[in-house]
């Protein structure tokens, strides 16, 4: 019903900066409500970073506010993550997250892309 492709993840040193995109496909993207971007390290419980509505509307994990930004194309049905000044506790494999109409249905999660922040 719905795919989440990623890319843009990478090796990045202390203060450098990375951009995610996800991009979203299949025959029901056009009930697609909420979007957003999700970490886990390992040995670690994954976490939000960042969400996005479908009407622009975002929500930041304080860890990330002021360092990453979201941002969201409805038309070609992206979702990017601008992250800058990283730090080594950035890194983790970041997963894409969309949720659907109706209230409730389950999540779709893309493979999920590598991010390593070295010091």
């Known amino acids: 019903q719905v795919q989440l492709m990623e890319s843009g993840g990478g090796l990045v040193q202390a203060g450098g900066s990375l951009r995610l995109s996800c991009a979203a496909s299949?025959?029901?993207?056009?009930?697609?409500?909420?979007m957003g971007w999700y970490r886990q390290a390992p040995g670690k419980q994954r976490e939000l970073v960042a969400t996005?509505?479908?009407?622009?509307?975002?929500n930041y994990a304080d860890s990330v506010k002021g360092r990453f930004t979201i941002s969201r194309d409805n038309a070609k049905n992206t979702v990017d993550l601008q992250m800058n000044s990283l730090k080594p506790e950035d890194t983790a494999v970041y997963f894409c997250?969309?949720?659907?109409?109706?209230?409730?249905?389950?999540?779709?999660w893309g493979q999920g892309t590598q991010v390593t922040v070295s010091s």
């Open positions: 997250r969309a949720d659907r109409a109706p209230l409730g249905y389950p999540y779709y």
């Open positions: 299949g025959s029901m993207i056009f009930r697609l409500t909420t």
């Open positions: 996005i509505t479908s009407g622009g509307s975002t």
